[in-house]
């Protein structure tokens, strides 16, 4: 199934793109794209202790099961105000 | 007035928002950009979000106000973008019947802000820059 990801901040830049479409397995969780992830873009492990995840606009836990179409996105940490 | 925007802030637009007749009191918070960084002089900031979620989560702040001080006027305005020093980022105001519960209900807003809204700010000075954390 595909599902898209979307970069912000620091991750935007570390990664080089907004937004990346992914095939994954079903039963896919976050946790197992941050994985994927960190192969292709190795200055990303350094951060792998920092990040929360949003699905869909809504915060989750690492281990959500993920589903076709959804939007991913790793959040780093927060700096507004 | 719950959003993100990439204009300039007028506080006075936003305390606007949350009078009424039957309120004693506004209390607003304005957070602006600060010079330094320890020694470091600070050029500008550059802020980045994630639009969509960050205004769900203005809502979701704004109805947290609402069950724990049954207060309905909350506007918070975050600006995004390129910032330079002395420019307003972000402007919190709560009307409320007396003082005590909007002084409450803003720091609560900004405190909350802090912690879920997904909004992210860049230092930038002379010679280098940083995500800040």
């Known amino acids: 199934m ?29 946790a197992h794209v941050w994985r994927e992830l960190c192969q292709d873009f190795p ?23 993920l589903r076709e179409g959804d939007e991913l996105t790793f959040i780093p940490p927060l700096s507004g105000g | 007035m719950l959003e993100i925007t990439e204009e300039p802030i007028d506080p006075e637009l936003v305390t606007n ?28 900031l550059e802020h980045d979000a994630y639009k969509d979620m960050a205004e769900r989560k203005l809502r979701q702040i704004a ?12 506007a918070i305005c975050h600006r995004i973008g390129r910032l330079e020093v002395g420019e307003t980022i972000v402007v919190i105001a709560v009307g409320a019947p007396h003082r005590w519960e909007a002084f409450e209900a803003c720091q609560y807003a900004i405190d909350r802000l802090k912690e879920i809204v997904p909004i992210w700010k860049k230092e930038v000075w002379d010679g280098g820059e940083a995500w800040v954390k």
């Open chain 2, 63 to 74: 109805d947290e106000i609402h069950t724990r001080w049954n207060l309905e006027d909350v």
């Open chain 1, 43 to 65: 200055k990303l492990v350094d951060q792998s202790d920092t990040w929360k995840v949003a699905v869909n606009g809504e915060y989750v836990d690492p281990d959500f099961t």
């Open chain 1, 2 to 30: 595909k599902i898209e990801l979307r970069f912000f901040a620091l991750y935007r830049e570390t990664v080089g793109k907004e937004q990346i479409e992914m095939e994954v397995k079903e039963g896919t969780t976050p």
């Open chain 2, 17 to 44: 928002e949350v009078r009424r007749d039957t309120y004693g009191a506004v209390v607003s918070f304005v957070g602006m950009v600060r010079g330094y960084r320890g020694g470091e002089r600070i050029l500008y």
